[in-house]
């Protein structure tokens, strides 16, 4: 359920999640904290893939290669939550210890930022429960090919028609449902497809047709995310994301086309979320970046003509 359903919310809180690894949630994650970010929102992003724990190393990652580079990447506030110790205590304490320690960090960044960013594991926890029934946005990044659209649902394999909802699915669906109970509030789920091939395929094709169709079933909407792109992998490393300044300072090598294709893919993408960006702190956040690229003016003359 949600966590204080009846305290005020000032925190639009969005999920990454998907009930399977590989699917590139972490890299959705650090892309979408990085543009809020740039956007000048307030920004937490909380870690619950206690194992995993990629989204925290890219983060470190990031911090790191600004102090080596002297680069100013923007950072969000970041919370960790860490692996219940308690091995031989029942399945009730461990989920009570869990709910604690979640709320507590929850509390700290609600109302005192505009975003919260959540990247939850690739299995079924009660971590990843409770972060499925808070969401405002719920991204569910998936590649492009049966394998992972099977997490939605099942299609009949000659006529690629929907034939069962999939466990993953009906996770999501009892999650809204106890959202709507705690609070009456409503999950936007968008199902973004990642790894898409630049060329139409017969694949593409049916995996369309059939996301097309759980999309009118189960009420989530579809967006493209990332390509099968080599320099996603080679952003981790350094922290950096496709929105950062690129060229040979930040990346160390001359930045190339495919720089450009995962920019582009990157804004589409976030353009696709909707979320509720102040456009107030937007201006004003490009009113920095003017100035500090461009113009000798004064920054509290350009945060006022910003407003």
């Given at each position: 359920?949600?966590?204080?359903?009846?305290?005020?919310?000032?925190?639009?809180?969005?999920?990454l999640g998907n009930e399977?690894?590989?699917?590139?949630?972490?890299?959705?994650?650090?892309?979408?904290?990085?543009?809020?970010?740039?956007?000048?929102?307030?920004?937490?992003?909380?870690?619950?893939?206690?194992?995993?724990?990629s989204l925290t190393r890219?983060?470190?990652?990031?911090?790191?290669?600004?102090?080596?580079?002297?680069?100013?990447?923007?950072?969000?506030?970041?919370?960790?939550?860490?692996?219940?110790?308690?091995?031989?205590?029942?399945?009730?304490?461990?989920?009570?210890?869990?709910?604690?320690?979640?709320?507590?960090?929850?509390?700290?960044?609600?109302?005192?930022?505009?975003?919260?960013?959540?990247?939850?594991?690739?299995?079924?926890?009660?971590?990843?429960?409770?972060?499925?029934?808070?969401?405002?946005?719920?991204?569910?990044?998936?590649?492009?090919?049966?394998?992972?659209?099977?997490?939605?649902?099942?299609?009949?394999?000659?006529?690629?028609?929907?034939?069962?909802?999939?466990?993953?699915?009906?996770?999501?669906?009892?999650?809204?449902?106890?959202?709507?109970?705690?609070?009456?509030?409503?999950?936007?789920?968008?199902?973004?497809?990642?790894?898409?091939?630049?060329?139409?395929?017969?694949?593409?094709?049916?995996?369309?047709?059939?996301?097309?169709?759980?999309?009118?079933?189960?009420?989530?909407?579809?967006?493209?995310?990332?390509?099968?792109?080599?320099?996603?992998?080679?952003?981790?490393?350094?922290?950096?994301?496709?929105?950062?300044?690129?060229?040979?300072?930040?990346?160390?090598?001359?930045?190339?086309?495919?720089?450009?294709?995962?920019?582009?893919e990157i804004r589409e993408?976030?353009?696709?979320?909707?979320?509720?960006?102040?456009?107030?702190?937007?201006?004003?956040?490009?009113?920095?970046?003017?100035?500090?690229?461009?113009?000798?003016?004064?920054?509290?003359?350009?945060?006022?003509?910003?407003?």
């Open positions: 359920m949600r966590i204080d359903a009846g305290a005020p919310h000032s925190a639009h809180v969005i999920v399977k690894g590989g699917s590139g949630k972490s890299t959705t994650a650090m892309h979408i904290i990085v543009a809020l970010l740039k956007a000048g929102q307030r920004v937490a992003s909380i870690d619950t893939d206690s194992r995993q724990r890219y983060i470190e990652n990031r911090r790191r290669w600004a102090r080596r580079t002297g680069l100013a990447l923007e950072l969000p506030n970041h919370f960790a939550v860490p692996p219940s110790d308690g091995s031989t205590d029942s399945v009730s304490e461990i989920e009570g210890r869990e709910f604690t320690t979640f709320a507590e960090t929850i509390a700290k960044v609600e109302h005192g930022h505009d975003f919260v960013v959540v990247d939850t594991p690739g299995a079924n926890s009660y971590l990843m429960r409770l972060s499925h029934s808070m969401a405002d946005t719920l991204v569910t990044p998936i590649n492009d090919s049966f394998i992972d659209f099977d997490v939605l649902g099942r299609v009949d394999a000659e006529t690629f028609e929907v034939t069962e909802v999939s466990h993953y699915a009906q996770l999501v669906q009892e999650t809204r449902r106890q959202r709507r109970l705690a609070d009456n509030g409503t999950t936007d789920w968008v199902v973004v497809r990642n790894r898409l091939s630049i060329l139409d395929s017969r694949n593409k094709r049916n995996v369309s047709r059939g996301l097309n169709e759980l999309a009118l079933k189960l009420g989530f909407r579809l967006a493209e995310g990332i390509s099968e792109r080599v320099i996603f992998r080679e952003f981790f490393p350094m922290g950096l994301s496709a929105l950062d300044t690129l060229d040979e300072k930040t990346l160390g090598s001359e930045p190339t086309l495919s720089h450009v294709s995962a920019r582009r993408l976030l353009a696709g979320l909707r979320l509720p960006i102040d456009e107030r702190c937007k201006r004003r956040a490009q009113a920095r970046r003017i100035w500090q690229e461009n113009s000798q003016r004064p920054l509290e003359a350009l945060d006022i003509l910003a407003e």
